[in-house]
T-cell receptor, first 114, second 114 residues
Framework: ETGVTQSPTHLIKTRGQQVTLRCSSQ?????VSWYQQALGQGPQFIFQ???????GRGNFPPRFSGLQFPNYSSELNVNALELDDSALYLC?????????????FGPGTRLTVL | GDSVTQMEGPVTLSEEAFLTINCTYT??????LFWYVQYPGEGLQLLLK?????DKGSNKGFEATYRKETTSFHLEKGSVQVSDSAVYFC?????????????FGGGTRVLVKP
């Protein structure tokens, strides 16, 4: 148990729609990262938020955006969905006060774009 | 940029066999190294980590040693069980001003047969 939760578990959308995925960390996890894991591949870094500001971004277009809230929850928003956006989306948080290089993952949200 | 290369699977073993999964990395600085495990239908769980050269991470019978001279972090277990069937990911992170993203290998699927 990492204490990191994500919702929803599964989601089906159609091409062109918008989606919001949610992540909830334990109190004190002040850094959250989002990853995209396509089927059969390793996770790819989307972006990271630290104290409610973006703090690093991977090779993803601007239609991928995020928010982090003071209560340590966060959102990943994807606009203009494409078929290739179908993947498992993982959030990971870092516990403040410990080594900042260990990230704890939630169970993921499986997004299917039709 | 940073990269991680791990042996392709699937790796099929009999129960009580010895498991080795090779992992090599490329990094500009002094990364921390990780092994994560993903069971079917689940998110990523941290298996073990090492933060500096010659460190040995260990957990649940798995071990990996940080070898800076060969830029490797091979995962080993002396006697696998059916419950070890999963996908294993080698990963690295470097603490940078722009956040500490994880860079993953492509994953190695392990299947242990009774």
């Amino acid at each position: 148990e990492t204490g990191v939760t994500q919702s929803p578990t599964h989601l089906i959308k159609t091409r062109g729609q918008q989606v919001t995925l949610r992540c909830s960390s334990q109190s004190g996890h002040n850094t959250v990262s989002w990853y995209q894991q396509a089927l059969g591949q390793g996770p790819q870094f989307i972006f990271q938020y630290y104290r409610e500001e973006e703090n690093g971004r991977g090779n993803f277009p601007p239609r991928f955006s995020g928010l982090q809230f003071p209560n340590y929850s966060s959102e990943l928003n994807v606009n203009a969905l494409e078929l290739d956006d179908s993947a498992l989306y993982l959030c990971a948080s870092t516990l403040a006060g410990t080594s900042t290089d260990t990230q704890y993952f939630g169970p993921g949200t499986r997004l299917t774009v039709l | 940029g940073d990269s991680v290369t791990q042996m392709e699977g699937p790796v099929t073993l009999s129960e009580e066999a010895f498991l080795t999964i090779n992992c090599t990395y490329t990094a500009t600085g002094y990364p921390s190294l990780f092994w994560y495990v993903q069971y079917p239908g689940e998110g990523l769980q941290l298996l073990l980590k090492a933060t500096k050269a010659d460190d040995k991470g260990s957990n649940k019978g798995f071990e990996a040693t940080y070898r800076k001279e060969t830029t490797s972090f091979h995962l080993e277990k002396g006697s696998v069980q059916v419950s070890d069937s999963a996908v294993y990911f080698c990963a690295l992170t470097e603490l940078k001003a722009a956040g500490n993203k994880l860079t993953f290998g492509g994953g190695t699927r392990v299947l242990v047969k009774p």
